[in-house]
C-alpha cells in the first residue's frame, strides 16, 4: 500500500456499507471498489461532464479549492458529502490540488450510457482509473514551469556487509524523459535531493524504518511516498528490461544493484500513475561517485543556487546567469549549476564551446533568433507518448525540428569547425528527421485548437476524403441558410431564422404572433412545433431533419478521420522519438552555450581554468547576483581577489575574514564558492582571471537562518551543520564559514569558532574562508602557519564610516560597530555614551598587553589537555557570565559584554 507522508491529507476511507442500512446502489458499489483500489488518492469520479468527490475526499477537496460542498445519496442511512468540478476546468483545480501536495486518481468512463445499457437496464457505465496525478509525475504544459525540471525521486537501499547500507537514487523526469541514477551512502542523500529537487519522492518503505534515513527524507520538503514491496513482484532487473525492450541490462552502463533497484522502483512507480502508459524515458544515465561536485542541502540553500533563501528563483545565481531562450535551455542551464563537474577535461569542453560562440560574434547572434522560435518540444513528445497530446504538440514537434535543422545550418556555415561538443550538437540537430516535418507540416492547419476533439486542425487538402466530408458539411449549412430565405419568403416572415441548440439540433425560430399561424393549416402541413418560448416559437419541419442528419454525420465523420489522421501523425512521431529527443538535447545544449557566451560578453566575464591542482586563485572577483543588482541601480560592484595557495605546497590555505558590519564579508566569501560552482559546471565567470583545482566538496555555512519549521535553534543548525563540515571536509574542499558562532554566548561562540579554524587547517586542510566578527581570531595568524588576515577595508571619514568593499591583507583595527550604529540611526547620546564606553573598555586592554593566543595551546596540544585540569575562571567573571542572557543581546550588546568580561577576568588575575 501506498501512503503520501506528508501531512496534508488522510483520505479517510468511506464507511464500509452496513448490511442492515439497506442495499448500496451499483454505482455506489462500483465507486467504493474504485476508492478502495486508490487509498492514498483524492478520487476524481467521473459522471458526464463533471468528476465528482465524495466522502472524505469531498471535505477535503472542498476546503482545498473552495467549492460548494453538497450531498447526493444516503450511504449506511447518512447523507454522502459530494463536491464536483466540470471536466473542462478539471486543470485548474488539478493545478491547485497539486501545488497542496495532493494526489488525485482521475477515473473515466470508459462506455457511453448506451453502451452499457447493451448490458442490461441497471448496468452502470464502466469506469477506471486511467492515471494518478501527482506533483512528480505531469505532463501538462499548464501544470509545469517551462524553466524548471519536475523531477521525481525514487530512493531504494541494498547492503553491502553486515551493517553497511548503500542508497540508490532514480531521478526520473517525465515531461521530457529524463532518468537519472547514482549511488551513495547515507551521509550524502540529504545532499543528492537537494540537487534534484524533486516535487515527489518515492521510497522503499523498509527504508522508512531506518530512523536516520526516514529523517532525511521527510525533512527533505517534498511529499514522500513509501512503497512497499508486494508478493510476487518482478525483479528489478526484469522490470527495466521489460519497459526498455532489451534482453539484458548490459546496455546500462553496469548500473550497481542500488541504483537498480531505485530506476525499479521509479518504473514501477510509472506504471502505476500512468496506468499502463510507457512515457518514452531515456535509458537510466548514471552519474558515478566523484564525478561531480558535492554540494549538501545546507550549502545550496545558503549560496542561493536555484533558489533565494526566501524560495525565490528571482535573485538566485541561476536566474542571474540565465540569458537562454528555450525552456528546456532553462533546465539544462539549472541541471548543470546543480551539478558542477570535477574532470578538468569535461569541464573545458564545455568552455570551448562558450568560447567559440563569443568568437563567432554573428554567428551567435543568427543562433539565438533561431532559438527563440524552438518551442519546448520534449515534453509535447512526452505528452504524445502518453496520448495526452494535442495538434499543438504536434505543431511543437514539427517547430522545433525545423528550428534544430536551421540552427545546425546556421552552425555548418561557419569557416572553422566548431569544437566537439558544438559540433556533436549540430551534428544531432541536423538528424532532424526531415520526412517527418514534412508530413506534419503539409497535416497542420494554421491555426490549432488545443483540443484534438475539437477537430478542423487538419490542412484542407491533405486529405481528398477529409475535404469531401468537410465540403457536404459545409455545403450542407449553406442549404440550411438557403432553406431559411425560401421559408421566409414562402411564409412572409422575415424574421424567420435557423438556429441550432444542444436540446432541439436545427429549428426554425418565429415571432409568437407569426408562429400561432404555423400551427394552422396550411402551413402546419410543413411546419412541426417543437417549443413554444416567451414571445417565439419553434418549429422544425422533415427536410429541415435530413438536412441536419446529414450535416451530423458529415461533421462526424469528418472529425473521426480527423482523429485517425493524428493518431497516425503521432505514431509516426512516436517512432522518431529518440531522433527528436535528440534534438531537442542537441537545441539546450546549444542554447546554454550560447547563454554562457553572450553573458560573458555583456558582462565581460572571462574563462576560467579548472585542473586537478589545490590551488585557488581569482583575480577581479565578483558577486554574480550582487553585481547585476548594482548595476541595475547604477553603481559598481568592487572586484577582489581572492588567493588560497597558489601552489600545492600551500595547499589547505585559510583566510579569516574581518570587519565591521556591513563592510562585505558575507558577499565577499559567497561570490569565491559561485565562481568555483560555475567554472566547474563549465560556465564563464565574474572575474578576470580564475585559476581553481577542482573542488570536490563545497561547504557552506553562511549567516544563522532561521529553522524553526524543523523545530531546531538557530545554533543548534550552526552546529550541525558546522559538525557535518569538519567531518566531511578534506583536501579538495572548499569551505565557506561565515559567522559561526554567532548564535551563543560570545565567549561560547569565540572558542567554537577558535577550535573549529585549527582543526580545520590541521584536519581537515581545506581551502577556507572564514568571515568572524572575532577580532581575536586574527591572532591565530602568528600561530598557524597556511592561515592569512585578510580584512574589509573601510575609512573614516568626520567620524562618519566608508565602506570600501575592498579586501586587503591583515586584521580589522576595530570594528566601527559605534560608526554602523550610526548610520543606523541610533539616539545621539547614545552614540556618544558608547564612543566614551569604548574609549575606556580600549584603555583596559591596553594596559594589560597578554594576548589572547598566547593563553592558548595549540589545537594538537589542547587535545591533550583534559577540560577539567582547565582554569575554570573567576568568581566575578562567572557571575557576570551568569547574568548574560545571550539570546536576547544584539551583537553590540554582546561584543560590550565581552570586553567587560575581559575587564573584570583581568582585574581578578
Ligand atoms: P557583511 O557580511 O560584512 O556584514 P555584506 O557582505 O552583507 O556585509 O555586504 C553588505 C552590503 O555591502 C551588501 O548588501 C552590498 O550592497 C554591499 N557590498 C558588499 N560587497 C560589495 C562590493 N564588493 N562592491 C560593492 N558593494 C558591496
Ligand atoms: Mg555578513
Not at 407569426?514 to 422533415?542: D, K, S, Y
Request: hydrophobic residues 45%.
Amino acid at each position: 500500500m501506498v501512503s503520501p507522508m506528508s501531512a496534508q491529507v488522510p483520505y479517510a476511507a468511506p464507511p464500509p456499507a452496513r448490511p442492515d442500512a439497506g442495499p448500496v446502489t451499483p454505482m455506489m458499489a462500483q465507486y467504493l471498489e474504485i476508492k478502495a483500489a486508490n487509498p492514498d488518492c483524492l478520487l476524481f469520479y467521473r459522471m458526464g461532464d463533471f468528476y465528482e468527490l465524495f466522502f472524505a475526499d469531498a471535505e477535503a477537496a472542498s476546503r482545498a479549492l473552495g467549492i460548494v460542498l453538497t450531498k447526493r445519496g444516503r450511504h449506511n442511512g447518512d447523507d454522502i458529502p459530494m463536491c464536483g468540478v466540470p471536466v473542462e476546468r478539471a486543470d485548474d483545480y488539478l493545478q491547485r490540488l497539486i501545488a497542496l501536495g495532493h494526489r488525485v486518481a482521475v477515473c473515466e468512463q470508459m462506455e457511453n450510457p448506451a453502451e452499457a445499457r447493451k448490458r442490461g437496464a441497471k448496468s452502470v457505465v464502466r469506469r477506471d482509473v486511467v492515471r494518478l496525478v501527482t506533483p512528480g509525475t505531469i505532463t501538462e504544459e499548464r501544470l509545469l514551469e517551462p524553466g524548471r525540471a519536475n523531477w521525481f525521486a525514487a530512493i531504494a537501499r541494498v547492503r553491502e556487509s553486515e551493517d553497511i547500507w548503500v542508497y540508490g537514487l532514480a531521478g526520473v523526469e517525465i515531461s521530457t524523459g529524463a532518468f537519472v541514477v547514482c549511488e551513495m551512502a547515507q551521509g550524502a542523500l540529504g545532499g543528492e535531493i537537494a540537487r534534484l529537487e524533486p516535487s515527489e519522492i518515492i521510497v522503499a518503505a523498509s527504508v522508512m524504518e531506518d530512523a536516520q534515513a526516514g529523517a532525511v527524507l521527510t525533512g527533505a520538503g517534498p511529499p514522500v511516498v513509501p512503497v512497499a514491496r508486494e508478493t510476487g513482484e518482478v525483479s528489478n532487473d526484469r522490470r527495466l528490461e521489460d519497459y526498455f525492450g532489451v534482453a539484458t541490462l548490459d546496455g546500462f552502463g553496469q548500473l550497481t544493484r542500488a541504483e537498480r533497484a531505485a530506476a525499479s522502483l521509479a518504473i514501477s512507480y510509472i506504471e502505476r500513475t500512468q496506468a499502463g502508459q510507457r512515457p518514452p524515458l531515456s535509458f537510466p544515465q548514471r552519474r558515478g561517485r566523484g564525478e561531480v561536485m558535492e554540494i549538501d542541502a545546507a550549502t545550496r540553500a545558503n549560496l542561493e543556487i536555484t533558489r533565494t533563501l526566501a524560495g525565490k528563483s528571482e535573485g538566485s545565481l541561476v536566474s542571474a546567469i540565465d540569458m537562454t531562450l528555450t525552456p528546456s535551455g532553462g533546465r539544462l542551464l539549472a541541471a548543470r549549476i546543480a551539478s558542477p563537474l570535477m574532470e578538468p577535461q569535461a569541464i573545458a569542453q564545455r568552455l570551448d564551446g562558450v568560447e567559440w560562440l563569443i568568437a563567432h560574434n554573428g554567428l551567435r547572434e543568427d543562433i539565438r533568433l533561431a532559438l527563440r522560435a524552438a518551442p519546448d518540444f520534449a515534453r509535447a513528445l512526452s505528452r504524445l507518448a502518453l496520448q495526452r497530446g494535442g495538434p499543438r504538440d504536434l505543431a511543437s514537434i514539427r517547430e522545433g525540428l525545423t528550428c534544430a535543422r536551421d540552427i545546425a545550418a546556421v552552425l555548418n556555415r561557419a569557416g572553422d569547425e566548431p569544437p566537439v561538443q558544438l559540433a556533436q550538437a549540430a551534428s544531432l540537430a541536423r538528424a532532424a528527421p526531415p520526412a517527418l516535418i514534412e508530413h506534419l507540416s503539409g497535416l497542420l492547419a494554421q491555426e490549432l485548437p488545443l483540443n484534438r476533439r475539437d477537430g478542423n486542425f487538419v490542412r484542407e487538402g491533405f486529405n481528398a476524403d477529409l475535404d469531401e466530408l468537410r465540403a457536404l458539411r459545409d455545403a450542407s449549412r449553406k442549404v440550411i441558410a438557403s432553406l431559411q430565405a425560401r421559408y421566409a419568403s414562402e411564409t412572409g416572415v422575415k424574421t424567420l431564422r435557423i438556429k441550432h441548440n444542444n436540446m432541439l439540433g436545427y429549428f426554425l425560430e418565429v415571432p409568437q404572433a407569426a408562429g400561432e399561424n404555423f400551427v394552422q393549416p396550411p402551413l402546419n402541413a410543413t411546419f412541426i412545433h417543437r417549443q413554444t418560448m416567451a414571445g417565439a416559437m419553434r418549429f422544425t419541419t422533415t427536410e429541415l431533419g435530413e438536412l441536419e442528419s446529414k450535416i451530423a454525420s458529415a461533421a462526424d465523420r469528418a472529425l473521426a478521420l480527423e482523429l485517425d489522421l493524428f493518431d497516425s501523425a503521432a505514431a509516426r512521431t512516436l517512432e522518431q522519438a529518440q531522433a527528436i529527443k535528440d534534438a531537442a538535447d542537441a537545441l539546450a545544449m546549444i542554447d546554454v552555450c550560447a547563454s554562457n557566451a553572450e553573458l560573458a560578453v555583456r558582462r565581460n566575464w572571462s574563462r576560467p581554468l579548472v585542473d586537478g591542482s589545490l590551488t585557488f586563485i581569482i583575480e577581479g572577483g565578483r558577486h554574480p547576483v550582487v553585481e547585476a543588482a548594482l548595476a541595475r541601480q547604477g553603481k559598481a560592484f568592487v572586484a577582489n581577489a581572492c588567493t588560497l595557495g597558489v601552489a600545492d605546497a600551500q595547499a589547505g590555505q585559510l583566510a579569516i575574514v574581518t570587519g565591521p558590519n556591513m563592510a562585505g564579508k558575507s558577499i565577499y566569501l559567497r561570490q569565491n564558492a559561485l565562481i568555483a560552482i560555475l567554472a566547474q559546471a563549465g560556465c564563464y565567470v565574474p572575474a578576470a582571471n580564475a585559476h581553481i583545482g577542482a573542488v570536490d566538496r563545497l561547504f557552506s555555512r553562511v549567516g544563522a537562518a532561521d529553522d524553526l519549521a524543523r523545530g531546531r535553534s538557530t545554533f543548534m543548525v550552526e552546529m550541525v551543520e558546522t559538525a557535518a563540515i569538519l567531518n566531511q571536509a578534506g583536501l579538495r574542499s572548499l569551505v565557506i564559514l561565515d559567522e559561526i558562532g554567532r548564535g551563543t554566548a560570545t565567549f561560547d561562540g569565540l572558542s567554537i569558532a577558535w577550535a573549529a579554524l585549527e582543526y580545520l587547517h590541521e584536519i581537515n586542510r581545506s581551502r577556507t574562508l572564514f568571515a568572524t566578527h572575532f577580532h581575536e581570531l586574527t591572532q591565530l595568524a602568528a600561530k598557524l602557519p597556511r592561515l592569512v588576515n585578510l580584512t574589509m577595508r573601510v575609512t573614516d571619514w568626520k567620524g562618519e564610516v566608508i565602506f570600501l568593499h575592498e579586501v586587503a591583507h591583515g586584521a580589522a583595527d576595530r570594528s566601527y560597530g559605534i560608526q554602523v550604529a550610526r548610520l543606523a540611526g541610533l539616539p545621539r547620546v547614545v552614540l556618544e555614551r558608547a564612543q566614551h564606553l569604548l574609549a575606556q573598555f580600549e584603555d583596559n586592554e591596553r594596559a594589560r598587553p597578554g594576548r589572547i593566543v598566547d593563553d592558548l595551546p595549540l589545537f594538537a596540544a589542547a587535545a591533550r589537555t583534559t577540560p577539567a585540569a582547565q582554569d575554570a575562571g573567576s568568581p566575578a567573571v562567572l557571575e557576570a557570565l551568569a547574568a548574560l542572557s545571550p539570546d536576547e543581546m544584539s551583537p553590540r550588546e554582546a561584543l560590550d559584554a565581552l570586553y567587560e568580561l575581559r575587564r573584570l577576568a583581568a582585574a581578578q588575575k
